[in-house]
């Protein structure tokens, strides 16, 4: 069984750019988060989507991020326009509906803000 | 004071010894507790889930205190291959994860 997958695994943009992140859960998977680790930290989740609705954006940063995942499978995650400070690792995680305790987590985006 | 905490260590021991690691959470109502494992650069991969009772996988043992807030790791006959950073993460009953930021573990040969 795949595991998730995200696209690209680094991305270095000029400050003010657009970057799109993809993730893509593991087939059956309702559950899907967006987290990140900037350096030094910890990493700190973004939001939760059950299918294709949110259900908790509290750690999004600002709206320079928007999440989306129409259809319910793959989700991506911009950031419009780009600072200094969200260069991290990106990961997506994600679980199933009857065992969303157990995230299994994609390789990561690094994002580098130039 | 961090939700949850860890000694970020590096912690250098020998092949084949025993290494513990603590980790303090601070919400009291929290309801999930697990160990994931991260080498460098690559995701966080789960290790064990942490029940009050204990568990015991292989070499690796789990402990949740729930009086005092603390989780711990216990690694027998360390090998080589279990360098890493070890990640102590709390689920507070929702459906987000609480990371505290990481133990590193390096075993020497």
């Known amino acids: 069984e795949a595991g998730v997958t995200q696209f690209p695994s680094h991305s270095v943009i000029e400050k003010g750019q657009t970057v799109t992140l993809r993730c893509d859960p593991i087939?059956?998977?309702?559950?899907l988060y967006w987290y990140r680790r900037v350096m030094g930290k910890e990493i700190k989740f973004l939001l939760h989507f059950v299918k294709e609705s949110k259900q908790d954006e509290s750690g999004m940063p600002n709206n320079r991020f928007l999440a989306e995942r129409t259809g319910g499978t793959y989700s991506t995650l911009k950031v419009q326009p780009a600072e200094l400070e969200d260069s991290g690792v990106y990961f997506c995680?994600?679980?199933?509906?009857?065992?969303?305790?157990?995230?299994?987590f994609g390789p990561g985006t690094r994002l580098t803000v130039t | 004071r961090k939700e949850v905490e860890q000694d970020p260590g590096p912690f250098n021991v020998p092949e084949g010894a025993t290494v513990a690691f603590n980790c303090t959470y601070s919400?009291?109502?929290?309801?999930?507790f697990f160990w994931y494992r991260q080498d460098c650069r690559k995701e966080p991969k789960l290790l064990m889930s942490v029940y009050s009772s204990g568990n015991e996988d292989g070499r690796f043992t789990a402990q949740l205190n729930r009086a005092s807030q603390y989780i711990s790791l216990l690694i027998r006959d360390s090998k080589l291959s279990d360098s890493a950073t070890y990640l102590c993460?709390?689920?507070?009953?929702?459906?987000?994860?609480?990371f505290g930021t990481g133990t590193r573990l390096k075993v020497l040969a």
């Open positions: 087939s059956g998977h309702d559950n």
């Open positions: 993460v709390v689920n507070e009953g929702t459906y987000k994860y609480i």
């Open positions: 919400n009291s109502a929290s309801q999930s």
């Open positions: 995680a994600s679980s199933q509906i009857a065992t969303y305790y157990e995230q299994y």
